[in-house]
């Protein structure tokens, strides 16, 4: 079974008789769940029209770089934060030059610059253009730069040439896609997550919280599952959709949220605190709705358990990791939670930036442990996850 529910995949089309096999990808990539957003180059459009392809996508095609309406509606920078992963399919010889020499002379290639997720590309040419020396050094170059290459197969071709040359089918690149998601890093790893928002009641129909939406931790989750670990989310109330493979506790109040915390010590060997948790609640919630009177009222609050911290000093200790999210003196404060509730590592969160943080699906942050930092830009917060997975596991693994 393929796991590509929810993925953003961006399909680069460019100019090659097998472009029409684009239209079947797309097909196949939606019946395993992905969301796809189509670029083309100018010489893909001699091939196939963009009217298909949006039509099959249900998304509007991309074809131009300097089109203000189309960078009105969605930019190219906000198209390369939009995607989990980058398939060029087909690949044209001219598209490899141009790629593996950095250019950015049209919406794809300057996409491909641009984006942090990673990118793979189907060859399809022509036996001898594969065999070109100067097709191999471009190969070398993207190889040498961690572009994945599906293919390409070798079989008849177009010209009537028999050779290597031949974009992989739609079945096989998707095949080869999905497992751009998939590692073992943490296999045999438990992770425990914790998500969301706590409500914290003042009477049956009222409650103090705050602006998290879950969509980092339950991003992290996804990142976490598909590194081959074991995870269990706890999670306040959110609006999201469990991730697949992930085992989920939903909690309301901080307190219920120590507790489910609590009862996985013991067999959790990361613990990532991405909740949003309240540090106070109303000393008493009322048991009747509190009826309008008086011109204004006080609610007495008193603090609720450090979850974070009572796992970072419990006998069972997990790797911690924990966020800050700061408004001011980020780095400063974030630092002082890293030793004051004793983590491993903490993940620095400036959310007076409303692009980033609270609710956004962007995310910008600084990765800090005892004598060392590591800042990493604004990407999606899925894209974030993997690169903060792959971070936590070094670190987990010294
Ligand atoms: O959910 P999103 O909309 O995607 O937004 C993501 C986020 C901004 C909520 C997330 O990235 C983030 O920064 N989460 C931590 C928010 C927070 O409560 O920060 P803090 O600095 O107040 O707490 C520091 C750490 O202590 C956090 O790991 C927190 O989970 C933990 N904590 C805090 C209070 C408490 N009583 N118990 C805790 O365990």
Redesign the pocket.
């Known amino acids: 079974m393929l796991q590509l529910t929810n993925k953003h995949i961006l399909l680069g089309v460019t100019g090659g008789i097998a472009a029409y096999k684009s239209a079947e990808i797309i097909r196949r990539l939606q019946e395993h769940g992905a969301n796809v957003q189509v670029v083309m180059t100018k010489a893909a459009q001699e091939f196939i029209t963009p009217l298909t392809l949006q039509a099959l996508s249900g998304n509007p095609v991309h074809c131009d770089l300097l089109n203000p309406a189309a960078e009105a509606a969605m930019g190219h920078i906000e198209l390369a934060r939009w995607a989990d992963l980058v398939v060029i399919a087909p690949a044209s010889a001219d598209f490899m030059a141009r790629f593996a020499n950095g250019q950015a002379d049209d919406l794809l290639s300057t996409l491909c610059l641009a984006t942090n997720a990673p990118v793979a590309i189907a060859p399809a040419m022509n036996q001898a253009m594969w065999h070109d020396p100067a097709t191999q050094q471009n190969l070398q170059t993207l190889n040498d730069r961690k572009i994945s290459i599906f293919g390409p197969g070798e079989g008849s071709q177009a010209c009537g040439d028999v050779g290597p040359g031949r974009m992989l089918g739609p079945d096989e690149i998707v095949e080869l896609a999905a497992k751009q998601f998939q590692s073992n890093i943490l296999d045999g790893v438990t992770v425990v997550i914790?998500?969301?928002?706590t409500r914290e009641a003042i009477d049956p129909v009222r409650y103090i919280s705050?602006?998290?939406?879950?969509?980092?931790?339950?991003?992290l989750a996804a990142a976490a599952v598909e590194c081959g670990a074991a995870v269990t989310l706890i999670s306040g109330p959110?609006a999201l959709e469990t991730p697949d493979r992930v085992n989920q506790i939903d909690v309301e109040s901080?307190a219920e949220?120590?507790q489910s915390?609590l009862d996985q010590l013991g067999i959790c060997d990361i613990f990532?605190?991405?909740?949003?948790?309240?540090?106070y609640r109303p000393i008493l919630a009322a048991n009747q709705k509190i009826k309008k009177s008086a011109e204004s009222m006080t609610i007495e609050l008193t603090?609720?358990?450090?979850?974070?911290?009572?796992?970072a000093s419990h006998e069972h200790r997990p790797f911690t990791?924990?966020?800050?999210?700061?408004t001011q003196n980020v780095e400063e404060?974030?630092r002082g939670?890293l030793e004051n509730?004793k983590?491993d590592l903490?993940?620095a969160?400036d959310?007076s930036d409303k692009e980033i943080?609270?609710?956004?699906d962007n995310?910008a942050?600084s990765v800090i442990w005892k004598d060392g930092m590591k800042s990493i830009p604004t990407t999606s917060?899925y894209q974030l996850s993997r690169i903060l997975i792959a971070e936590i596991n070094a670190h987990y693994k010294k």
């Open positions: 914790t998500a969301g928002p705050n602006h998290s939406s879950g969509k980092m931790g339950y991003a959110v901080a949220m120590h915390v990532i605190g991405a909740a949003a948790v309240a540090d603090r609720n358990p450090d979850i974070i911290s009572a796992v990791v924990g966020f800050a999210a700061e404060y974030a939670k509730k983590m903490i993940v969160n959310v943080g609270f609710n956004s995310n942050v917060k």
